[in-house]
């Protein structure tokens, strides 16, 4: 039954019936206060008056599910039995929708929380979620597993079952619930009607209409009686609401043993009012001498009135059953019987005085080392307790990420001052000797994607002694992701021995301790296949990874976290056959990875990594598509944009979105000069992403490496800039260093602000190669300024030698062609500088210089056309030089066009080649050069 207010929107006099019935029960066959029913006049008939609204024809379908019949109905739902209606599998699952006349935002609000709750339990003793969706009325329905079968007290009377038999199912409702606790879910609703037996003897746990774990004010405020009268515990019956724990599940668990082994209730009664008050304060009816001993102090101790008093977990109430089972000595029989005598004790007050003496005299010879044993095990009930607290949080992390898309800023900001207040409980209470206190704290921070302090709590935990597959799974989860972050790292690192030498170090800090702890975990978890889909994935197995990742979905179609995962995979598979085989023959892979990505956001609607990891895809796959200049390219920016825009929404903390969102603003810009299209407001729109990114990650190395790229497209575009586009511009401007000297040209202030953005990128990441590129394409493009624009040869000069500076120190991070192609057209910009200074010696100096550097390319690349024309305009200059000055310059023609005739003999050339070619023979008739018979080999048409 569920006891609690709500107001329902409609006919006064339904609404007044509706709260009578609330005050009844949930349905007139589950009302167990005593071995006679109490009758509930009218309840069918008014369930069906307020649900006929809503009432779902046989043959009406949802989704993919096709109505068979009305089966059921309770207090917040009605039931269907259905089956698939889409060909493929047909299958059969009971559907669960909200009646018109009830649905109200708070019932509504419960059932989103129900469908949440099951997405996040994958559990064979509990029934599976399949499917949810809405109604045209705006009705949730979700769909889950049929269970045909019998409540476990009815299914145990039928079969006439012995006390072993019963034992033995009910140990799987401990197995379940205990799961459930693990996942932070409190049930608070145990009670036959909600446990089903199929033919295979599985029971099957049901119904978490009303569970939590800890209940939010706006669904469950204080005072009100949440629950089924009979199964509550003391502070549900009381409605401490915020008192309630996995401890409260414990004695609804000894409510169902009693009446399961008895088939009569602990405390019976002829209305709820008095049932209650049993509840509360009257000790459980006196079970038969037939039930063993031990058996009765195991359910004895469930009852206990005080939390404290009962079994701290459903765990340990499971261990003492099996003890039960197996003739070992069970852990409730001495407590239970110390207790007893201090009650009965409590009623002679004589007599309590005498004991005391006898007790004191009894503590006076206990041993020192008896008294630290019960310390320790203080300690470690209330590490439980910490525990317990850890999956709390995150479980209600989870469910936050499966609601409908909001940000959850503000929530997170609860979950941290949640982890911060248990990390201050464990400080007060001395309790992390064992470990089992860093692995809460540690796992809640793994819940809230902290891997920085989670990895340092898991190993506090593991270094104090505690050992769990839990704790191994976690540490293993959290290696692997240190373990990517460093292959991510090492991609920007070109140098193939300082790459190799970066990744072994973090082998052997992050790699090989994944490996390790998956290895321990995978086996023996609920999300094996999940972990070894990790271990596999980051072994480069990427088949491995599919299969196994697969499995996992199959297995529970609502854990989206795998989904996302296999997504990552499957782009992962998509790289390496692309780069192996060619992109077009690894396009099914891109197209499943995106597929899966799409399901996870479906489900975790409200994850921002999800929403992340969707931007850092469509980044790249804009950029991979930009120089096909298809019809769709605009459709994939502005789906790129929107994307990432999303992701900011979600994670405004998210560097990398900052960073990819600045990239496709820059990419978009790209496209449209090369379309000859206006482009610079996406290039202020690149900037200005980067600089909010900056607002959060002061003088972040990536971000200022990523303001230099729009800030060199505005810089070099500037000169062609109408009124309109500055006063776009002038906003850019604003945000310059004071240092800067405003007083200098628009483009040289935004080249200015770019090396600076870059150098400073570069004193915190040395190694970074694309930085160093950017660096020297400043400077380079400097250089051109002041030399074309300003008319200042001194600060070209200077620049055209800083970019050979970082075009050289580009060798060592693995650029080596593109750099000394570089540095070779930075002696010819040199040669042409000394050539309108008037210093022809100088220039032939550098231009034997640039043709000396380039041919080190021609002996790597041996045919690539662009090096060789950079030598032909190399040569031509030099010779021109010559000719200008009446040198003498003979002795190179015949070594050059021997040169060229040998380009011209390559059977790659196109017209554009050709072209090229003429215009160098054209140019030599020009200087008077006769070019008559000098090139054989390049006779053609155009």
Known sequence: MICQWWSVTTDKDIEDRVLKLLEISEQSDELEVSDNNLEIPGYTGLLSEISDESDLNDGDVLGVWKIIKHIGRGGMSNVYLVERNDGHIHAKAALKVIPQGLANSSLKQRFQQERQILSDLNHPNIAKLYDAGITKQGLPWFVMEFVDGDDLVSFAEKNNLNIEQRVILFRQVCEALNYAHSKGVIHRDIKPSNLLVDKERNVKLLDFGIASAEENLSLTMTGVVVGTPGYLSPEQAKGLTHDIDRRSDVFSLGVLLYKLVQNHMPFEADSISEISYKTIHAEPATLNRSIPPELQSIIYKCLEKKVEDRYSSVKKLADDLSAWLNGDIVSARKITTIHRLVKKIKKYPIISALMTLAVVALITGVSYGLYQSYLTSIKLQAAEKHLSKAQEIKAKVRRTHMMPKHQVK????????????????????????????????????????????????????????????????????????????????????????????????????????????????????????????????????????????????????????????????????????????????????????????????????????????????????????????????????????????????????????????????????????????????????????????????????????????????????????????????????????????????????????????????????????????????????????????????????????????????????????????????????????????????????????????????????????????NTMQFHYEKIETLVENQQEYEYLLDEYFAFVNRICGFDYLEKLHWYIIDDIIDSYTKLGIDTMNRFPECQFEK
């Open 410 to 869: 503000q929530e997170y900001q609860e979950f941290n001052n949640e982890i911060n207040e248990l990390s201050q409980e464990i400080e007060r209470d001395n309790s992390n000797a064992t470990g089992l206190s860093s692995y809460a704290l540690g796992s809640a921070f793994l819940a809230m994607r902290n891997y920085e302090k989670a990895l340092n709590l898991l190993k506090d935990a593991e270094s104090k002694g505690w050992r769990s597959i839990d704790l191994s799974a976690a540490l293993g989860v959290t290696y692997a992701h240190f373990w990517q972050k460093a292959i991510e790292e090492s991609n920007s690192i070109n140098n193939p021995q300082r790459k190799e030498q970066f990744l072994n170090e973090k082998r052997k800090t992050y790699y090989n301790q994944a490996i390790q702890y998956l290895k321990k975990s995978q086996s023996a978890t609920s999300i094996s296949n999940y972990l070894s889909a990790k271990l596999a994935y980051i072994e480069s197995k990427y088949d491995e990874a599919i299969i196994a990742i697969e499995k996992e979905i199959e297995t529970n179609p609502w854990h989206y976290e795998a989904m996302s995962f296999a997504a990552t995979i499957y782009n992962a598979k998509y790289n390496q056959t692309g780069e192996t085989s060619g992109y077009e023959n690894a396009v099914q892979y891109k197209e499943i990875s995106d597929l899966r990505l799409q399901q996870a956001l479906e489900i975790g609607d409200s994850d921002p990594e999800n929403y992340v990891q969707y931007c850092e895809n469509m980044s790249t796959e804009v950029r991979k598509g930009l120089n096909k200049l298809t019809n769709e390219i605009d459709q994939s920016f502005k789906k790129a944009i929107q994307v990432c825009e999303d992701a900011l929404y979600m994670a405004p903390n998210s560097k990398e979105t900052y960073i990819n969102l600045s990239r496709i603003y820059a990419d978009m810009s790209h496209y449209l000069k090369l379309n000859k299209e206006p482009f610079m407001q996406m290039d202020t729109k690149s900037y200005f992403t980067v600089i909010h990114g900056l607002n959060i990650f002061p003088d972040d190395a990536e971000l200022l490496a990523t303001s230099v790229s729009p800030l060199f497209s505005l810089a070099v575009n500037a000169n062609n800039f109408d009124s309109k586009d500055f006063e776009l511009l002038e906003p850019v401007l604003n945000t310059f260093d004071s240092g800067i000297n405003h007083e200098k040209k628009i483009p040289e202030l935004i080249f200015l602000q770019a090396l600076k953005n870059i150098d400073f990128s570069l004193k915190q990441n040395p190694l970074s190669l694309n930085s160093r590129k950017q660096h020297a394409e400043v400077h380079r493009s400097l250089g051109i300024y002041y030399e074309e624009q300003i008319k200042n040869y001194d600060k070209a000069d200077f620049h055209y030698d800083q970019a050979i500076d970082s075009f050289t120190k580009m060798q060592d991070l693995g650029g080596k062609i593109a750099s000394i192609g570089n540095i070779a057209e930075m002696y010819y910009n040199k040669a042409l500088l000394r050539n309108l200074q008037g210093k022809p010696g100088e220039s032939i100096s550098f231009l034997d210089k640039a043709i000396e550097t380039n041919q080190e390319v021609l002996d790597i690349t041996q045919a690539k056309f662009a090096v060789y024309n």
